[in-house]
């Protein structure tokens, strides 16, 4: 078993050393990085939520300033 593992870290060295971290970094992010589509419809939900919250506790405030 350490040598099935020896041998999975070394092909993983060795590959690392092979594989441009530059180009993987820019490929990663280019995956993971959100259109502007979805960034724009994602920053509308947290517009949702936060007025849906302020309208459920909107003297969240003085009850902080009290229980002090």
Do not use: H, K, Y
Request: charged share 25%; glycine share 4%.
């Amino acid at each position: 078993m350490r040598f099935l593992f020896g041998l999975v870290a070394a092909v993983v060295i060795c590959a690392g050393w092979t594989i441009c971290p530059v180009s993987v970094r820019d490929t990663m992010t280019r995956s993971v990085t959100p259109d502007a589509e979805t960034v724009e419809e994602m920053r509308a939900g947290v517009e949702v939520i936060v007025a849906a919250l302020s309208v459920q506790s909107p003297d969240l405030e003085e009850r902080d300033s009290t229980n002090r």
